[in-house]
């Protein structure tokens, strides 16, 4: 699983790189940090962040409260406001984004942790997709790619071109991956399936496939790399339509 990756905007580097080293021992993947708004708006389009810490105040013309309204505006992802100021002036401008987070310098490592968390979580129920505090659909005007998955109390990335298959047990789904990685979610086949791309389809009351990873098939099995997995008659005619034969 890939981790969930941050950008940083704060124009005082050795406060950004202090950020960034934090971030790091937390077991995010923090980016390259940018200075200005300009720089996070590159950096923005060519890495697409899971998530931002936005200093209020930026060099130039343009603050950190700009770049907020163009990250909700434009690529709806979560982000934390950081600032030294407290001020009911600087509070109430932030508040006029609603960011799902608020850091006053200094802060601990343990205020960042908590404030990412809190971001993710709370962006993930503001799209709805929230699923038993285990589960988020990362969903924005990107393509939808990926999955977060919570693992030891943090939201982990699952790319949809990493996943092979997924099988029921009993409450719980088995999600099995490309690296030969096994991730347990408690959620059921039908609501995550609604969650996933095209590329996935439900072959069996059991299993959904990637059809992407598809090596074999005939009418009655499915096989990805050594793993045979059975069609049922119900959902038959669905994968034969999705699977060009000749």
Same mark, same amino acid.
């Given at each position: 699983m890939n981790k969930v990756k941050i950008l940083v905007v704060e124009d005082e580097i050795i406060i950004a790189d202090h950020i960034c080293d934090t971030l790091e021992e937390l077991g995010y993947k923090p980016l390259e940090p +940018?200075? &200005?708004?300009s720089e996070a708006i590159e950096t923005i389009e060519a890495e697409k962040p899971d998530i931002a810490i936005l200093d209020v105040q930026l060099a130039g013309k343009k603050t950190g409260i700009d770049l907020a309204k163009t990250i909700k505006e434009k690529y709806d992802f979560p982000f934390i406001f950081l600032t030294s100021? +407290? #001020?009911a002036a600087t509070v109430n401008l932030a508040k006029e984004v609603m960011p799902p987070a608020y850091l006053i310098k200094p802060f601990t490592k343990d #205020? @960042?942790? &908590? &404030?990412i968390e809190i971001a993710l979580h709370n962006f993930s129920k503001k799209i709805g997709e929230l699923k038993d505090n285990n589960l988020i659909i990362k969903d924005s005007l990107f393509i939808k790619d990926s999955l977060?998955?919570?693992e030891k109390g943090f939201y982990k990335k699952v790319f949809f071109k990493d996943i092979l298959y997924i099988e029921s047990s009993?409450?719980?789904v088995i999600l099995f991956l490309t690296n030969h990685q096994k991730i347990l979610v408690r959620i059921s086949l039908t609501e995550i399936i609604s969650n996933l791309s095209t590329n996935f389809i439900r072959i069996h009351r059991g299993f959904i496939v990637n059809i992407k990873h598809i090596n074999q098939i005939n009418r009655n %099995? %499915?096989?990805i790399g050594e793993k045979n997995i059975p069609i049922g008659k119900k959902y038959?005619?669905?994968? @034969?339509?999705v699977i060009d034969l000749i």
């Open positions: +940018a200075i &200005s708004y100021n +407290a #001020d #205020d @960042l942790f &908590s &404030s977060f998955i919570k009993h409450v719980y %099995v %499915v096989i038959r005619d669905n994968i @034969l339509k």
